[in-house]
């Protein structure tokens, strides 16, 4: 990937790459030991005085990961030089970790991107049972321009469960603050000790004691939704982890195993172009009565 950017000040040219161009001052020495530094089409140092209207030119390669790349079921929903966004299924697992190289999202979207000079960046996570669009960046400039962008709420999110219950209003807030349980549990609870999580909620559709919920988390804390729903008293169908004794027979009832729980859209500007994006998912949670708009709008 390049970036070009025409100097509308005199200044040198380190200025421009952590400025204009709001390069990290890890990359900005990767790009000088790879010498993918460009002004008029000369090879250039950080240090070089760049006049007024002379063109600079940056060169970002991804590094390859150190895990292995596998073909797998990848439903890719958009790609360009920048990013890839795709469909993840239930039971995949986003990323490796130490114990587990393999199997993973990363490992197929690694293999899908083999020999393009790319990097493996996830940018937004699920959990290995949540289903639904999930955004990687190709090198670690995307993937600093994008995960700020996630940090500042500049990245919407939109996700659709299917739960157990009729909530009560059918649409408004949960506010209520997470915390890890006691004990070295990796689950969460509801508490007063925790750090504060909102989740805008709405029934697109109910009957016979179950709601199909549209979810609009502001804040990005560890199982949010599954734990917001399970406050609200609407369990989400399948979730064994934080389910009650009801939704878990309900489910067993509907021939649910799986979570439904969709990662449904992402709503962003394009690190690059400032396009405004939509991504949406292909999949829906089961429910009996599905009315869902399927655009992400």
Request: net charge positive; proline share 5%.
């Amino acid at each position: 990937m390049e970036l070009v950017l025409t100097a509308a000040r005199e200044g040198r040219v380190l200025g421009f790459l952590r400025g204009e161009l709001a390069l990290s001052s890890t990359l900005v020495k990767r790009l000088k030991q790879q010498r993918a530094i460009f002004v008029d089409g000369q090879a250039a140092h950080t240090d070089c005085l760049v006049a007024r209207g002379a063109e600079i030119r940056v060169v970002v390669e991804g590094e390859p990961p150190s895990y292995p790349a596998e073909a797998g079921a990848l439903d890719v929903l958009w790609e360009d030089e920048a990013i890839l966004a795709v469909d993840k299924p239930a039971g995949v697992w986003v990323h490796p970790t130490p114990s587990r190289q393999t199997g993973t999202l990363a490992n197929w979207v690694a293999f899908h991107l083999r020999g393009a000079r790319c990097g493996v960046h996830v940018v937004t996570r699920l959990d290995r049972d949540t289903f639904g669009v999930v955004l990687f960046a190709k090198n670690a400039h995307i993937h600093a321009l994008l995960s700020r962008a996630l940090q500042e709420g500049r990245i919407e999110k939109r996700y659709l469960a299917s739960v157990c219950g009729i909530p009560a209003p059918l649409d408004g807030f949960v506010d209520m603050p997470i915390a890890r349980r006691p004990g070295g549990s990796l689950l969460r609870e509801v508490n007063a000790d925790g750090q504060r999580a909102l989740t805008g909620y709405r029934v697109i559709s109910d009957g016979d004691g179950l709601s199909l919920l549209e979810l609009r988390p502001e804040t990005g804390r560890t199982h949010q939704l599954r734990v917001h729903c399970q406050a609200l008293g609407c369990p989400i169908l399948g979730d064994r982890a934080y389910g009650t004794a009801a939704s878990l027979a309900r489910s067993e009832g509907l021939g649910i195993r799986t979570q439904q729980l969709c990662a449904k859209a992402l709503t962003f500007s394009h690190p690059l172009s400032g396009e405004r994006l939509t991504i949406s998912s292909r999949q829906n949670p089961t429910f009996p009565k599905l009315t869902v708009e399927t655009s992400g709008n």
